[in-house]
């Protein structure tokens, strides 16, 4: 294989990394943290190894990326991103060793939002700042990687829209201006969200900050008790407006900027997704409401921040939702591997391969009451593409397996079993806050031992790079010619 395109495109990587260094390096500086030191250092070495990497793997005829070289490049980007991410969370006043800061890099930049910082309320600003910005650039890497990699891939059944917007894609024929046209979308998003904080009452920094966080459904906070240090509704649902639209797919907003908003409200994936929230948010008021003896609008006001936040793997937090019951703590557990729409900054299984697997489901059905019928199975009004299918089932298939494997493994170095089986959930669904008292939405990840977190670093790297684009590289027949 020849790495030497991977290796140019890893560089440039490093570089935007270095240069985005700069901004919480300025904010430690302002307000007179010596991590400002830590920042310029790091800016220099991330610098140093992107720059190398460019200027050593320049020049030639052009490069074309083969398939090979596309999985490759997928895994080794993130790979190398989370690990320089990392430095400034390592050598920082911390304390942090390099387990811990490469796991909270790691939760960053997969959009993740598992933490083991604590007393975030007195960390620097410039680290809080960095956390964001980590959520915030892998929430826009995974856009662009949903709409122009994986299709390309063919992983998990997303060749389905590589054929379902073609069309779409004639006024954009380059990925790179396809990039460039959701980039444009995702930072005026971001900043009417920071608006929108900052007038229900946040301070500028805060706004941002969780503008950035919500956007990138990452759920890195500026303070431990999360949402719950605000404590207003005004702000919360903001949050959950913001959290929805980072949930739904980009493409969409690309649409409705050329006028055609109908696609907004039409997408068979949004009106699924929003049937689903809708249906769990009214279970669980209900529930509340006559299990827990909670006022309706406590009630409503909870269960539709808590559902949404989980449910798009933001992780936010207002409340300690493990308190509420057993009814509540298995919604809330099922939920976290559902996820939003494919082409956003969600994770999870995704919304349209629940989708396929009902339209399949159905034409088995039918099937078996019909033997000799003829039916094909439909998404979006047409016909399912051949392979579609069977790639959303061996989807569901690793899925489970990988997150089987998770468990049994955590449990293996000494985790009990609910923490074990929310934190496979949480880490392969890139949620952030898991089940119980340990990694529950009021604990951290900082009291599991060093072996556990790095499993649930992988989990996480599989979850984000939707698990084949990982394990295709452990396969005997990618290395071979």
């Not at 903001?238 to 929805?244: E, L």
Request: charged share 10%; aromatic share 14%.
């Amino acid at each position: 294989m020849d790495l030497r395109p991977v290796l140019y495109v890893v560089g440039i990587l490093l570089s935007t990394l270095a240069l985005s260094m700069a901004l919480p390096m300025l904010v430690d500086l302002y307000f007179g943290s010596a991590d400002w030191k830590v920042f310029f250092l790091c800016i220099l070495t991330t610098s140093f190894f992107g720059g190398a990497l460019v200027l050593s793997n320049a020049g030639g005829e052009g490069f074309t990326i083969n398939i090979r070289q596309a999985f490759f490049l997928t895994t080794v980007s993130w790979i190398a991103l989370a690990t320089f991410a990392s430095l400034p969370l390592w050598f920082s006043g911390l304390g942090l060793s390099f387990t811990d800061a490469f796991f909270e890099a790691m939760s960053g930049i997969t959009t993740t939002g598992s933490t083991v910082m604590t007393d975030l309320d007195n960390a620097p600003k410039g680290i809080l700042l960095w956390r964001a910005i980590l959520q915030w650039l892998g929430g826009i890497g995974i856009i662009v990687m949903a709409l122009s990699v994986l299709p390309f891939l063919k992983v998990g059944g997303m060749q389905l829209f590589r054929t379902e917007s073609s069309e779409n894609e004639k006024a954009l024929p380059r990925a790179a201006k396809l990039a460039s046209s959701i980039a444009y979308i995702y930072v005026a998003l971001t900043f009417v969200c920071a608006i929108c904080y900052h007038f229900s009452g946040l301070g500028l920094f805060d706004s941002f900050a969780h503008a950035m966080t919500t956007i990138a459904t990452g759920g890195f906070s500026t303070f431990d008790a999360s949402f719950g240090n605000f404590d207003k509704a005004w702000t919360e649902v903001i949050a959950i407006v913001f959290m929805v639209l980072g949930s739904l797919p980009f493409v969409l907003y690309l649409k409705a900027v050329r006028g055609n908003m109908r696609s907004l409200f039409t997408d068979s994936q949004v009106r699924w997704f929003l049937s689903i929230i809708a249906v769990c948010v009214i279970t669980m008021v209900i529930y509340l409401v006559f299990q827990v003896h909670m006022e309706f609008g406590e009630a409503l006001r909870r269960a539709s921040f808590n559902i949404v936040s989980i449910i798009t793997g933001t992780g936010y937090t207002d409340a300690n939702y493990g308190a509420w019951g057993g009814f509540a703590v298995g919604l809330l557990f099922f939920l976290m591997v559902v996820g939003g729409c494919a082409g956003s900054t969600t994770c999870g299984i995704k919304i349209f391969r629940f989708q396929v697997l009902y339209a399949v489901t159905d034409v088995q059905i039918k099937k078996l009451l019909h033997p000799h019928g003829v039916f094909i199975p439909y998404y979006g009004g047409k016909p399912l593409p051949r392979g579609v299918p069977s790639s959303v089932m061996s989807f569901f298939f690793m899925f489970a397996l990988s997150f089987s494997l998770l468990a049994v493994a955590l449990s293996f170095v000494g985790l009990d079993f609910l923490t074990a089986m929310s934190g496979a959930a949480t880490s392969i669904a890139n949620v952030g806050p898991g089940l119980g008292d340990i990694i529950g939405p009021s604990g951290t990840f900082e009291a599991l031992p060093d072996s556990a977190k790095w499993i649930l670093c992988v989990g996480m790297l599989l979850g984000r790079l939707e698990l084949f684009t990982v394990l295709v590289l452990f396969s005997p027949h990618f290395w071979q010619r």
